[in-house]
């Protein structure tokens, strides 16, 4: 057992803030938190499902941890065996166990052996870089847009950095326009300690299209990203997130707002009602983000065009389940030249990665 104070990176305050419990979270990749109160009692566990989970339910960032924790955890008395403690955490599927005495004050935690390891996972990850970037103007006329160099590094390394940092040493690169110049700088992945095979698309097929020229189907579930995509959130969350749902994908989400920048006028006919000024609406949107089972790729049509939320949308309406997991760290999607602009001025502040429309649940913040 970890007495408490071995443990202080898992324990936090019944006074924190969900966006504290999402930012220890992050750092103590795969754990559990345990929430206690001033006098050092047991009060609930949070994981990052449940803080996801209580964000799609209308939680804010802002709001009291207590909102997303679980309140009746699984405990164990401090008198239990290790046996009994094991077999217990077996049962429910738990790697963390909470020790507590009589009174309910956390004594430890019980841990699974090497559950907090970042071993290497048997999942893949695909990313998508075969699109022409024609948003991007001059930029991307010799060069992919994955290719464009953010802070001294192509955007696609800065990608395939964050998913080997998850555990994924398997990768495959969907490539089409200009790729000689994809291959030529990855090659094989030896630099990054990694294996990279190509995807090569002959024509455009989308980013669901590509998935048909996979030479296998995957035994594991598979890590789908977009190519132009930079983002602080831990991917191994989101695998772990879909691990535990019976559905064929899940699809990351972030929150887009915007501010109108003029009075919006309510009436009822003629009659003036009131005046919001200014105000900011909403939505969540497609992070390009995905985890899928072997078996959406088995679904996916030959030699055919096709984008991920179509085949998603295929997918659900033959009465597959899609899960959709939101993204509340940064996130940024290089679209437009204005958006590369600014990314290359946040780097230089040493902001990492940088965006241009965080969709963070707390701030509301576009440039």
Sequence with gaps: ?????????????????????????????????????????LRGTMTDGDVRRALLQGVRLEDPINQAMHSAPFVTHV????????????????????????????????????SVSTALLPNIAVIMCGGLGSRLGHLTHNCPKPMLEVGGKPILERIMCSIIQAGISRFFFATH????????????????????EYLKEKKRMGTGGALSLMPYVPSHPMLIMNGDILTEFNIR???????????????????????????VVRHEGTMLLDIDEKPTNSWFINAGIYVAEPSLVEKVPQDTFIDMPTLLLNAKKKGETISIFPICEKWLDIGREPDYRSAQRMIQCSQTPTKTREASCNTKEYL
Excluded at 253 to 261: K, L, M, R
């Design 1 to 41: 057992m970890k007495t408490k104070n071995e443990i202080k990176s898992f324990i936090i305050s019944h006074n924190a803030t969900l966006a504290q419990g999402l930012n220890k979270l992050n750092s103590n990749a795969g754990a559990t938190l345990f929430v206690i109160d001033d006098d050092n009692r």
């Design 79 to 114: 008198s239990s065996a290790l046996e009994e403690r094991l077999r217990l955490m077996h049962a429910h599927g738990v790697r963390h166990l909470p020790v507590i005495d009589d009174s309910g004050f956390l004594l430890g935690i019980e841990m699974l052996q090497g």
């Design 177 to 196: 326009y200009l790729k000689e110049k994809i291959e030529c700088y990855f090659g094989n992945g030896e630099k990054w300690g990694v294996q990279i």
């Design 237 to 263: 969350h989101l695998l772990d997130f879909h691990s535990m749902t019976n559905s064929i994908a899940t699809m990351a989400i972030a929150e887009y707002c915007y501010q109108n920048p003029y009075g």
